[in-house]
């Protein structure tokens, strides 16, 4: 087949409604940005990207890469409700809520645990509690997942600090069924309704408390980015059961390219924020925009032409995304080990402070590296074969109940 007939064969085919490829891309730029931005905070690195003979800073995307983690909540909220939205396609019965609590468990709980009791065995070793109370409440509100509601317990904790996301995320499942149900049923007024609790409760927090820190990434701020999520499935489904053309994947890889470009002004606008506070403030502001761009960003590049789809779509994407939950547990946790073990060797003390552009170099390559190699080992050392062997028992016992 000649290249003209293959791609407007390509055209036309059906997009997949079942695992969507782009997806696997924006999960891991998202992570990636997330993981250069909690790197960048040991390494103080400013980045520059060379093109043309023209110097374009990164700087600003770095800095702002902790808006990403909006992207990765999307894309939950996305691959979630998938399997529903299908039912209005395919027919067939509601997913059971029992088994979904159950998958969800197996899939997070062993890793999360993991990593609970690691982070708790280093922080004995070094002395970190000060107090048998501290070490107490830190502990059970990890295993409970009710760390974020507690200034030492989410601030001050000794557990690492990329575990709260888990926490929005298993709050997020309890009420997931119940969503799902109605979302099906009555999409816009869902939809309008999740939206609606999360302007409300971000507009009452920013008016209400000098300090939002306690409250700018409860579950209740993010609901509007898992309803983005929830509809940017819906809608995926519905193009895909129309007939495509060459001239619907130019448009929607148009569309893609725009999307793509706005959250990249989103993010530069972000980098603006100088405080601690106008950070927090500018998350909570521009979230809806980061819901709304990254979920026509998933439906756009899933429906998009060959090129974008396998730009998103590889070998390489699909392993970052594929490790990323592992990588996102590990590795700020890990850039702090490395800098505090000073396992990249510089002629100053604090190279950081220093601007010793070597060593950040190095710095961020060996973080980077060792973080993916750790991501990789456990993923598929551990996190994998622990999911199949209780996925097995579990559904062994579904079938003798």
């Given at each position: 087949m000649n290249p003209i007939k293959a791609w407007l064969a390509d055209a036309k085919s059906t997009p997949d409604v079942r695992h969507v490829d782009t997806c696997d891309g924006i999960r891991a730029i998202a992570v990636l940005m997330v993981g250069w931005f909690h790197i960048w905070q040991?390494?103080?690195?400013?980045?520059e990207l060379r093109l043309f003979g023209r110097s374009i800073s990164l700087d600003p995307f770095v800095r702002s890469g902790y808006i990403f983690v909006d992207i990765l909540i999307l894309v939950s909220g996305f691959c979630l409700y998938l399997p529903w939205a299908r039912l209005r396609?395919?027919?067939g019965t509601e997913p059971n809520a029992l088994d979904f609590y159950a998958r969800r468990l197996i899939r997070i709980h062993p890793s999360y645990l993991l990593a609970v009791f690691w982070m708790l065995a280093l922080a004995l070793a070094t002395g970190a509690y000060h107090s048998?109370?501290?070490?107490?409440?830190?502990?059970?509100a990890h295993l409970t997942y009710t760390h974020m509601f507690f200034f030492n317990t989410y601030y001050a904790t000794n557990l690492g600090g990329a575990l709260w996301t888990l926490a929005v995320e298993m709050q997020f499942y309890l009420l997931f069924p119940l969503l799902a149900r109605a979302f099906l049923r009555m999409p816009a007024l869902t939809f309008a309704g999740m939206v609606g609790i999360s302007l409300a409760f971000r507009g009452f927090v920013g008016a209400h408390f000098a300090d939002v820190g306690m409250y700018f990434n409860q579950l209740p701020a993010y609901l509007d980015v898992f309803a983005c999520g929830m509809a940017a499935a819906a809608v995926h489904v519905h193009l895909a059961a129309r007939r495509h053309s060459a001239v619907s994947r130019v448009l929607c890889t148009i569309g893609a390219l725009l999307a793509v470009w706005a959250l990249m002004e989103v993010a530069r606008s972000q980098a603006t924020c100088a405080t601690t506070e106008e950070i927090r403030l500018g998350q909570m502001n521009r979230r809806l925009a980061m819901g709304l761009l990254g979920g026509a960003l998933l439906v756009l590049s899933a429906n998009a032409g060959w090129v974008l789809r396998r730009l998103l779509s590889n070998p390489v994407t699909r392993f970052v995304s594929g490790v990323s939950m592992q990588f996102y547990i590990w590795h700020q946790s890990l850039a702090v080990w490395i800098l505090q073990a000073r396992l990249v060797p510089s002629e100053y003390e604090?190279?950081?402070?220093?601007?010793?552009?070597?060593?950040q170099k190095q710095y961020t390559f060996v973080c980077f590296a060792l973080a993916f190699l750790l991501a990789a080992a456990l993923t598929y050392g551990f996190?994998?074969?622990v999911s199949r062997a209780l996925q097995k028992k579990w559904n062994a016992w579904r079938r003798r109940a």
């Open positions: 040991q390494s103080w690195l400013y980045p396609r395919e027919g048998g109370r501290h070490l107490a409440q830190d502990l059970l604090t190279p950081n402070y220093a601007g010793d552009l070597v060593w996190e994998r074969p």
